[in-house]
Structures are given as structure tokens and as C-alpha cells.
């Protein structure tokens, strides 16, 4: 089993920074891509920002300059600064990573997602 935690969520004023964590554990062999959603009320899911494990990054136009997304591969953990928040940003935020699992006759990939962190932005 994996299993992805996130963490820093919270209530900012617009113009504050968050820092958000996500932290897999498990019988993880590799991560290949990192990435985090988020979903805003009555609205769709929206991808943020993608990390590979070689480091390229990819950003929803919204956040570019703002957001930052990062990744410690040994400690199988990513990151997303966001600074500059805007009352739009607000939303739950969920982690994704692209896992390739330790199983008893090899490696399997599978896609796993964490249970999500809210993020308010508001006066």
C-alpha cells in the first residue's frame, strides 16, 4: 500500500504564501511524476503543477510566477509554494504522483492520489 499525506493548508489574507507538503510512504520503488490538483467549489478539477522525477515542471497558466512546485526524491516528498495568493487560488488542494510499487513478483505502476488540503484566501 501508498499512501500521500498533504500538509500546510490553511486561511491567508490575498498577497499571503502557503507552503503545501506531500509526503509518500509504502512500498514505493520510484515516483515517477508529482503533481497537484486542486478543486475550487462547484468547479471541475484543475491541474496546478507536475514535476517530473528529473525535475521539468509544467504550471497551469493561473499560477505561473507565482507557484512554485519541487520534489525531495529521496525522501519520496513534494512541494508547492504558493505566493502572491489571490482569493481564486482558493480551493482543496490534492496531491498526485505516478507510483511504481515494490510488490512480491516485481514492480507495479499506479496512479495515487492524497485526501486533500484546503487552502482559503480571503480578506
Known amino acids: 500500500q501508498v499512501q500521500l499525506v498533504e500538509s500546510g493548508g490553511g486561511s491567508v489574507q490575498p498577497g499571503g504564501s502557503l507552503r503545501l507538503s506531500c509526503a509518500a510512504s509504502g512500498s514505493i520503488f520510484a515516483i515517477n511524476v508529482m503533481g497537484w490538483h486542486r478543486q475550487a467549489p462547484g468547479k471541475q478539477r484543475e491541474l496546478v503543477a507536475g514535476i517530473t522525477s528529473g525535475g521539468s515542471t509544467n504550471y497551469a497558466d493561473s499560477v505561473k510566477g507565482r507557484f512554485t512546485i519541487s520534489r525531495d526524491n529521496a525522501a519520496n516528498t513534494g512541494y508547492l509554494q504558493m505566493n502572491s495568493l489571490k482569493p481564486g487560488d482558493t480551493a482543496v488542494y490534492f496531491c498526485?504522483?505516478?507510483?511504481?510499487?515494490?510488490?512480491?513478483?516485481?514492480?507495479?505502476?499506479?496512479?495515487?492520489w492524497g485526501q486533500g488540503t484546503r487552502v482559503t484566501v480571503a480578506s
Open positions: 498526485h504522483a505516478g507510483v511504481i510499487k515494490t510488490t512480491s513478483t516485481g514492480h507495479l505502476r499506479e496512479e495515487e
